[in-house]
DNA sequence: CGCAATTTGTTCAGTGGTTGAATTAAATGA
DNA sequence: TCATTTAATTCAACCACTGAACAAATTGCG
């Protein structure tokens, strides 16, 4: 009996939806979009027809549709070795459809704009305590930078595709935030207070404006921002709170009802301090910023949350005990609640974003530390510990990567709704 | 400005291969399968035409091929309310391809045969303390039952598709069980001891033998016997160890290596009791079997672990105090590590297996208070905790139906194979 | 310089599979 | 009995992919 020898099952189809005739071209159209999108150098159409299986005639009137909608262009002709003729690069239009990525934080508000390929082609970052703020006033001061924002793609040539909103909070299916604690904030319909500022035109199948959690668009920037691929990792943003973004295969896994991620409050000292979620313990009041701040010292100084961690980041530089102890038992406990994630994921790669991304220099040793400890699995496969590539602040890029992305998940609606 | 707002984005499709002209028909087969695998009540030719939005010629063309390839069969037409040509059901056959589900466990073997309707058609358990037995007799004994169920699916007129072995341990991609520490097992190529004594004819798409970690597959079980649908829920198997099965979004999430749902060593006590995996306070040293039976007085009894179980089942339904407080205790610990995971992931269903499918209802009252006090998000939504369906032993039954589930994610391979 | 070799991209008749409308089939109800 | 209603099939039309042939553009060798 011969046949192949795997491990892991089939992976089931999920409930993908019938293929009509015209869903045909349809797919094929996101398909070697994907792999323009994916590829290291511009592919040629001859490259694509290989990588996908698809004949060269297709490859080509497929091609032809996305070069007529505006979403890919055709570049220099790559140097070629060996004889033959020139083969002509494809690469994403800078020029095309665009998204805005914005963001309502603690201490900041930020407005950013993303084109096709992930550049960032505008970014702006407004520091302000947002606490005292309604969250009308800060919604209106955030339209503005929207604005700003929207005349920036204009200049550039870019159609702005939809918007994506980071916050830090819970937010429901509706886009409503049921709770944003470092905030202030509660049941808040930023949706209905933002939507009609905003001017986007619409293109079938991108949502013009989502909001979503800023852990979990911090995670999707780092996912889009890294190698193509599927890969599965876990990316915690420290900032007052403390959240996760949790990719699965190259996904965000966001849970039953888009809540996941609350990894401030798994216990790692089940008889520890008392916490305001009402458990005991919580990784929060170990690693979060307050408590990190605390035990280094810095606590009362009244600096803007980031100012206090680039203190501290230089303090640790200088060989200050005070604040290498603290990040020390702060990477212990985050060790301890990465470890159990872990175990129970089977994840390769942790990313720490938000403000441990300047930090991560002193709290890696103590995290690998316990991942070594804790982690069955340790000994066969190593778990990287890495800062996030985009750095502190992502969240609103990343949001704005998501809207490019839905883009390039299904062209049609764009080429639908420019002719 | 109108639109539809949604807060959650557009999630990207994942590296879909392209579509060729044949694929179209290849995919529509699996839709319409599907359909009828997950329908509640026989669908009719014209329900699955409106249900899919393919044209009812289209679903006929379809079903006849489905029909031919003896994958489905018309059932006896459903009463009909009002006027019409009453609709002739469509049902999967009961006589076509099959799984044959495996599993080597500590102190039993098992064996069964799941038909494409997920119907177990045949079941036999062997209890065997298989601990002091090597892995080439454990094979050899497990084969022998294999071999009573493959006359047994000969009699019933299936043809077995492929099989999938549950095995107590971690399972690397090449079907190699690197480590199952409560049989004594390290390193054993199972494939390569049990292959050749299956006799199964393969079949294109299907692995003709897979082998996969115990509580991933009695969690694809409980998947299989749920309703349709693509949920997410933690189902946990308390063996000799603590194995967790995680389902997403209706599909096993796996972890990069194929070593996902280690709860065992999430640490409940951080300075705790130490384990033998080199944490402390470890999950499995709190609510495993051993520690279980060892604080309701029962160790050393030498009963089998079965046995041991519904012994204390027996005693807490007395009354027993001893018992009652030990299924506290470890209910206590469970729903500690269950709610980080909660909080982590954002899962509305804890599903209890293995041994703990006949303890449930006395851990249960200990989890739902941890859960209760720990997970963010249990204000606004409940969490679910129930014992499995299928019951305890139930891999074996999961492993079998993940083939049945394989001939109709992808039923080209079936029909390409019998003519 | 010229020509074969090579690789890219396009053209075009052919085909598979879906489409939509018309038709047949089989029941209910007035 | 016949109009009404719903189910399923038939068939010409059409869309998008296929495969082979062809045109285009470059390298390399004599």
Known sequence: MTGVWQCQGVTTTSAVGAVRQGSLRELNLAVVLGRIAAAARPPSRA??????????????????????????????????????????????????????????????????????????????????????????????????????????????????????????????????????????????????????????????????????????????????????????????????????????????????????????????RPDGRPCRCGGRGCLERYAGQEAILTAAGLTGTDLPADTATTTLAGLAADGDQAALTALHDAGTALGVAVSAVVNLLDLDTVVLGGGYATLAPWLCPAILTELSRRVLTARWAEVTVRPAALGPRSAAVGGAGSVVRAVIARPVGWLARSG
Chains 1, 2 share one sequence.
């Not at 698809?54 to 790559?78: K, N």
Request: aromatic share 2%.
């Open 47 to 268: 490259d694509l027809a290989t990588d996908t299986g698809l004949t060269r005639a297709t490859v080509s009137a497929v091609v032809d549709d996305l070069i007529g909608g505006r979403l890919v262009c055709e570049s220099a002709p790559a140097p070629r070795s060996g004889a033959g003729r020139p083969a002509r690069g494809l690469v994403l239009a800078d020029h095309g459809p665009a998204g805005l990525g914005l963001e309502i934080n603690v201490d900041y508000l930020a407005a950013c704009v993303v084109d096709l390929a992930g550049t960032v082609r505008h970014h702006v970052v407004h520091r302000a305590d947002l606490r005292p703020v309604s969250p009308a006033d800060a919604v209106a001061r955030l339209a503005a930078l929207a604005a700003d924002a929207h005349a920036a793609a204009d200049r550039e040539g870019l159609v702005l595709a939809g918007a994506t909103l980071a916050v830090p909070g819970l937010v429901d299916a509706h886009g409503l935030v049921r709770l944003a604690p470092n905030l202030g904030w509660r049941d808040v319909d930023v949706p209905g207070l933002l939507a009609d500022r905003l001017r986007i035109d619409p293109v079938p199948g991108v949502p013009p404006l989502v909001v979503d959690n800023e852990a979990n668009l911090a995670a999707l920037g780092e996912l889009h921002a890294g190698p193509p691929g599927a890969p599965s990792f876990l990316h915690i943003s420290g900032e007052v709170g403390i959240g996760a973004g949790i990719v699965l295969n190259g996904s965000l896994f966001r849970g039953a009802r888009g809540w996941s991620g609350e990894i401030g409050h798994v216990p790692v």
